[in-house]
T-cell receptor, first 116, second 111 residues
Framework: GAVVSQHPSRVICKSGTSVKIECRSL??????MFWYRQFPKKSLMLMAT?????????EQGVEKDKFLINHASLTLSTLTVTSAHPEDSSFYIC????????????FGSGTQLSVL | LAKTTQPISMDSYEGQEVNITCSHN???????ITWYQQFPSQGPRFIIQ?????VTNEVASLFIPADRKSSTLSLPRVSLSDTAVYYC????????????WGAGTKLIIKP
């Protein structure tokens, strides 16, 4: 199957700092990537859809100025958590769907963010 | 609200066949049924996808009755490493990313 690489896998930061998470499609081009958030023992929640060359589409309740998404190339999308606070601590996961895959989603390994 | 309903948890033993059933009473004509597996602190992994009848791949089978209001993921001869959360999703192939993730089924395999 297709490979989606996500880095870093774990990050600890101080409150007020910004954290960038990268999501790369290694063996396919992804015009669209998706960012999710997952709390412990809870299900995935779609945060936003990242579109190559255009603005991201955010789900209701997700602050676009808080979670900056950049999709500058067909293989890379980044999520920046700006001015992070402890309540932003969570597991963040990206995914992408290769063309011709019947829209099956392939996921990155996730990033565990801990804000102190 | 999620479009699917699954058991919250299931237990089984190594070497057994495990069947997890998912209800999706409001499935639409264009919806496909997809199952994912997630281990702790990892992203979900695609297992299998189907539209109707039966689909089989190297890791699982998916049984879908004619009315498509439910589906059953079958894992043959499970091992301890199959302990994970299994999610059933239904959605249009053109809007897969909009799928709403339910709570999934926590499968625990015992020795």
């Amino acid at each position: 199957g297709a490979v989606v690489s996500q880095h870093p896998s774990r990050v600890i930061c101080k409150s007020g700092t910004s954290v960038k998470i990268e999501c790369r499609s290694l063996d396919f081009q992804a015009t669209t990537m998706f960012w999710y958030r997952q709390f412990p023992k809870k299900s995935l929640m779609l945060m936003a859809t990242s579109n190559e060359g255009s603005k991201a589409t955010y789900e209701q309740g997700v602050e676009k100025d808080k979670f900056l998404i950049n999709h500058a190339s067909l293989t890379l999308s980044t999520l920046t958590v700006t001015s992070a606070h402890p309540e932003d601590s969570s597991f963040y996961i990206c995914s992408a769907s290769p063309r011709g895959s019947n829209e099956k989603l392939f996921f990155g390994s996730g990033t565990q963010l801990s804000v102190l | 609200l999620a479009k699917t309903t699954q058991p919250i948890s299931m237990d089984s033993y190594e070497g057994q066949e495990v069947n997890i059933t998912c209800s999706h009473n409001n499935i639409a004509t264009n919806d496909y049924i997809t199952w994912y597996q997630q281990f702790p602190s990892q992203g979900p992994r695609f297992i299998i996808q189907g539209y109707k009848t039966k689909v089989t791949n190297e890791v699982a089978s998916l049984f879908i009755p004619a009315d498509r209001k439910s589906s059953t993921l079958s894992l043959p001869r499970v091992s301890l490493s199959d302990t994970a959360v299994y999610y059933c999703l239904v959605g249009d192939r053109d809007s897969n990313y909009q799928l709403i993730w339910g709570a999934g089924t926590k499968l625990i395999i015992k020795p």
